[in-house]
Every structure is written in C-alpha cells, then in structure tokens.
C-alpha cells in the first residue's frame, strides 16, 4: 500500500479549499433558477468550451481510456479521432443553433419543443435515471480505487467527495460546476503530462514504447505493430486486439455511438446553452475538441506505458518501489498470490498492470486460453505510484480525485436541471414562482447526490444490477441520434413518429443484444439471453453492432410513422428546424473564430493525427 | 459573470507550484525524488508556477482593456 507524505496531503486539502471558495464566492450571484441551472447565460465560451470535456472527463474517461490503451493500444484513441471529435464538429455547427436558438433549457425541453409532451417525458425520466446512477457508479469506482491503492476507507472516500461536489453545487450552481470543470481540466492535465513525460522517458520514448509493445502483440498472435498503429490492422476483427472491423468501428462507435453521446447529451450540451451568446454556444464544442484530440496522448499513453515499463525499471533502484507496496493491497490473500513485482514470480511479463484476483480464491483469474487476467483498470493508478515521488503523487491523485468530483458534477447539475424543469415543473407543479423552483434546484442537488451515493452501495454489494444497468442504458441511448437528426433535419417528422422510433430503438437494442453473444462469454448479461443467433469477435464489436441496429431501426419507424401521422405547421416550427431557422450570424471579429473556419481547422487536425499514427 | 476564473485559476496553481517548488528544493537529491533521474518535483513546481503566472496577468490584462 503506497503512503502519502503530508506534502500530498497538503496538496489535496488546497484543491479541496478552493473547490468549495469558488462555490462560497459565486453564490452571490445566484438569484434566479435560470442563474442556477443555466449560469444566466453569461459565460465566455473558453470556459464552456473546456466544461464541456471536463464534464466528461470523469473516472470513465481517465481510468477507463488508461484501461483500454493497456488492453487495446493506440486503437483506443479511435475513440477520440474517430468518435469523440467528428461529433463535437457536428454539434457546434449544425445543431447547437437549434438547441441555442429554441431557448430550451434542456435537451428534453428541446423535444417537447420540437415534438411532443411524451417523447420529452420518455427522454426526461431515462436521462434524469440514468445519470444519477452513472454518478453512483463512478462514485462506487473511485471508493474502491482509494481503498485499494491508499487504503482509504470506502466509506469515508465517497462521503467526503460526493460531501464536496454537494457543497460547490448547491451554493454556486451552474456556475459553480463549469468553474470548477475548468479547474479540474487544468488540474488533469498538469497532473497526468508529467507521467507521459517520465514515462516515455523510461522507456526510450515512442519508438521504445513500440518496440517493447511488440512483444506483447506478438506474445498475444497479433502483428508486431497492433498496439502502436490505429489503422493498419482495422481490416479485419482478428487483426486487432480491439476485435473489430473498420465498418463497425466508423458506423457503430464514430456514427451511432459518439454522436449519439455528444449530440443529445444533456450532461455536455448544457454547458454550450450556458455561454453567452449564439456564437460561443457553437464555439464551446468546437473550441473543446482542440485540447480533447491532444487527450489520447494524456490518458491512453499511460495506459501503454503501464503494458510496457518494466517493475525493476531505473525507477525502482532510486526509491522504495511503491508497485510491490501496492500488490499485497490489491491481493485479497496477500502471499498467495504471486504478483508482477515479485522477484521469482511464476509467470515474468512485461508491464506494471497487476492480475485480475478471483474474490473467493485470491487468485488470479485466467481466461479460457489459461493465461492471466489483467487488472486494467489499475493501469493508470499503477503508474502514478510507480512513477511519482512524493509532492507529484499528490498532484496525481489530486488529479484523480478531480477527475472523479467533475464527472460526478456533470452528472448531479444535469440531473437538478432535468428534474427541476423537465419533471418538476411540467408534471408535478407548474406554475409556481422562479424562487421555489431555485429551492427546488437545490434540494434536486441534495437529493442527487444522495442517491448517487446510495447507488454507490447498491454497486458495491450486487455488481451484477450495475452491469445490467449500463445495459439498460445502452439501450436507451443508441437511438437517439437518429430522433434528434431527424427533428432537426425533416419537418416532416412527427411527434408520433419520434416515440414510436425511440421506443422500438430500444426494443431493437434490448432484442439484437438478446441474440448476439461475444466470443468466449457465457449467456446472460453480456447477451445471448433470447438464443444465440450470431456472435461478434469482441465485446465492443457487439456494442457497436447493437447501437447500429437500435439507430437503424429508429431512424426507419421514424420516418415511416412520420408519414402516416399529421405533420406541424412550418410556422410552429420556426426555430427548431433547419431550413426554417434563420441562419445564425456571428459576433466574432477574427476569422478564426467564427466557427466555420474553426471547424476546418479542428477536422484538419484529427485527419492529421489519424494519419500520424495510421 | 462577476468573477473573472482566471483569478482563482491563476493563484490555484500558482500557490501549488510554490508548494511543490518549496518541497522539491528541500528534498533535492534525497533518494526516491528523482524518478529516472529528473527531480522533477522542482522543475514542475515551476511549470505550474509560470502557469498560474500567466493566468493572472491575462486576467489583469483584460480587467485593464475592460476599464479603458
């Protein structure tokens, strides 16, 4: 178990301090609900722009995307080049007009706009579910993680974070969340570069991190460069350690799934509604996705580092290792189990990222083929304590730390809004004065926070509700880029015709998971559960082949619906559809800021670095 | 609205990096600060320094340009 000087303490208390002084401070501005849940409107789009990934950039995202650069490589950053900022460009220059524009003040507000009272409701009370559990899950993520590496109590990590994020949020509103994202944004960054830096030192930069990566291709049956090109070995599912092929990966991850996600998510889209005027409102995604293509490089590295430094590397010779401190923490039954760091250990690998241990045995897990199972998930904290000294360890952690209070922050201040708006005010008491529905915004945030951390415990004792939770989610979310395309794009489309396309997405989702099985997985929540029809080489190829089928079939029973249903008047529609909006203008002085050219600039970019490294 | 972020952001990481620069002078060529040998415990306490530096003298800078 690595120990922490009172340097990094002290570290962690002045974050901590300034979290909530930023809070304290701008509670004075808070008069209105609109000041509350949309920060008045008033904040320049440098800040938004850097919410808007913040808010995402939660545990998932800082630990997972470490987890998969170890397991999938630089394939991983397919995420980023592929998914992520192609959607963010969609975003700012098609639809935030819409969402801008309308003066919604939340994305299901937007289809009630647009469509109608049900499909509105049908997307409140899903989002508003959901992200209190995704809270609770990543909550659950983070209190494990401390206990594991610091040996922290559970209890005390979760209700001290989720006490922190409650606090900055119920003063500051809004306001106070997208400040502290930004904060937090920073924080990651000057927290995690010095880990690529000594890292990739360690290991003689990135030819030496290909070189050594070789050998666990080649030791996995793969080519000698699959964990270091992102392209050359999309050809076929079995080339690649990710398990699938270029058409599932650009139609189901950077189609579907990722403008899916940035497109119709509240938790993201409400920072740009927050921005002070039209122009920075289509700035905000745009102006983010510049720092977000450079986060492969800050978070899936240190996942590859973690395959390829080597425990007795230089950094063990000058100081007390602290990956053989940490292994008996993460061993269940310490001494039994042989770990990485151990001298003499049965099986020699390269790479920090301990074994995955059997909760009953503590012993290591192994996959069908008998070989080890790897703890992914530690691959990013591994390195922090394998790399940092004291004082940067405590930066890291911070990091961390914050990583996990600005996704829980996204999370909570979406969820307040939803509730308050979307189900608060329409079905259970409209009319009332703006100050009772700003009472009610900070009761929202005490009562979010509650649940995320109730869920929390829920995620503790029975792992496998989570799991089918997240299911249920993936579901619910992989239509709803074919009903927000639509609505924006077709007049045509109905009210009628959005339900009837969401709720059979869904069912589709819900039947082509039922059907389907990834290779080597038992039947039951990873699918199979109506008879194996098909399998997929990977799991993420099935993920990627459900959200395909669940748009499909959204965007065709839209359409079909639409044309036997009663369209809107256009002039009802004005504002909420391309084509009977007015095109917006920009208030911006310099080329380069209009989003247009922005946008060329951005896109430019990510052809460049998928290219770089092709 | 009211506050300017980079004010906090600025004396943020400025005092962070006074912190780090602090301990990473004091404890300079210990054993176990000097991961693959760079202290770098020093030379990032001052990136950070430099960086909240240049976050309050932007903020300055437009709380000038907005008095003018």
């Known amino acids: 178990m690595t120990t922490l000087h009172w340097i990094d303490y002290a570290i962690m208390l002045l974050y901590f301090a300034f979290v909530l002084g930023i809070g304290a401070m701008l509670r004075r501005y808070v008069h209105t609900s609109e000041d509350f849940f949309l920060s008045g409107r008033s904040i320049p789009a440098w800040v938004t722009g850097l919410a808007f990934i913040s808010a995402n950039l939660g545990a998932q995202e800082v630990i997972g995307m470490g987890a998969s650069g170890a397991k999938y490589g630089i394939a991983t950053s397919h995420f980023y080049w592929v998914g992520a900022i192609p959607a963010m460009v969609f975003v700012g220059l098609f639809m935030m007009p819409f969402y801008y524009g309308s003066r919604a003040r939340s994305v299901p507000e937007y289809l009630k706009l647009r469509f109608d009272e049900k499909t509105r409701g049908l997307n409140a009370v899903s989002f508003a579910v959901m992200t209190v559990f995704s809270s609770g899950i990543s909550l659950y993520a983070m209190g494990k993680l401390l206990n594991l590496l610091l040996g922290w109590s559970f209890d005390a990590s979760i209700l001290v974070a989720g006490g922190i994020v409650l606090g900055y949020i119920f003063l500051g509103g809004l306001t106070s969340a997208i400040y502290n994202e930004v904060l937090q944004f920073f924080l990651i960054v000057f927290g995690f570069a010095p880990l690529v830096f000594l890292g990739l030192r360690d290991v003689g930069g990135w030819a030496g991190l290909s070189a050594r990566l070789a050998g666990v291709a080649t030791g996995n049956g793969y080519a000698p460069g699959a964990y270091t090109r992102s392209w050359a070995f999309m050809g076929h599912a079995s080339a690649n350690p990710v398990g699938v092929e270029w058409f599932g990966l650009v139609m189901g991850l950077g189609f579907v799934l990722s403008f899916g996600y940035w497109c119709t998510d509240f938790l993201v889209v409400q920072r740009a509604m927050a921005a002070n005027s039209m122009t920075a409102a289509r700035r905000t995604p745009l102006i983010a996705a510049l720092p977000k293509m450079m986060f492969p490089f800050l978070v899936i590295i240190p996942g590859m580092l973690a395959m390829a430094v080597s425990s007795t590397s230089s950094v063990r010779q000058t100081r007390v290792a602290p990956a053989a401190q940490v292994a008996p923490a993460v061993a269940t039954a310490p001494g039994v189990t042989p770990t990485p760091s151990e001298p003499g250990a049965s099986e020699p690998r390269p790479g920090i990222v301990p074994p995955k241990l059997d909760t009953r045995t503590g012993q290591p897990l192994r996959d069908a083929r008998g070989r080890v199972v790897l703890d992914y998930d530690l691959a990013t904290p591994m390195m922090l304590v394998h790399f940092f000294p004291a004082g940067l360890l405590g930066l890291g952690l911070t990091a961390l730390l914050a990583s996990f209070m600005s996704g829980m922050a996204g999370n909570v201040t979406a969820f307040n809004t939803v509730w308050t708006y979307d189900l608060y005010q329409s079905y259970v008491r409209p009319g009332a004065a703006d100050s009772h529905y700003l009472a009610m915004g900070r009761f929202a945030t005490v009562f979010g926070v509650a649940v995320s951390i109730a869920a929390a415990y829920v995620a503790a004792s029975f792992n496998n509700i989570m799991d089918f939770l997240q299911l249920v989610f993936a579901f619910v979310n992989a239509p709803l880029f074919a009903t927000f395309a639509l609505g924006m794009f077709w007049p045509r489309a109905t009210g009628h015709g959005a339900f009837a396309g969401l709720v059979s997405g869904i069912l589709a989702a819900a039947a082509h998971h039922g059907l389907s099985l990834p290779a080597g997985a038992h039947v039951g929540v990873k699918g199979g559960y109506l008879g194996v029809v098909t399998t997929y080489p990977s799991e993420l190829a099935q993920t990627f082949w459900t959200a395909i089928v669940a748009w499909v079939t959204c965007f065709v029973v839209t359409i079909l619906v639409s044309l036997v249903t009663r369209a809107r008047a256009p002039d009802e529609l004005r504002g909420l559809v391309y084509g009977l909006t007015p095109k917006p203008s920009d208030d911006v002085k310099r080329w380069y800021e209009r989003p247009g050219p922005l946008a060329v600039i951005v896109l430019t970019l990510t052809v460049g670095l998928n290219l770089i490294f092709f | ?68």
């Open chain 2, 1 to 68: 609205m009211g506050t300017d972020l980079r004010v906090p952001l600025g004396a943020l990481f400025g005092v962070l990096g006074l912190l780090l620069t602090a301990y990473g002078a004091a404890t300079l060529g210990q054993p176990g600060t000097e991961p693959t040998g760079v202290p770098i415990n020093l030379i990032w306490g001052i990136v950070l320094v430099a960086f909240g530096l240049w976050m309050l003298l932007l903020a300055r800078r437009a709380r000038h340009a907005s008095k003018v």
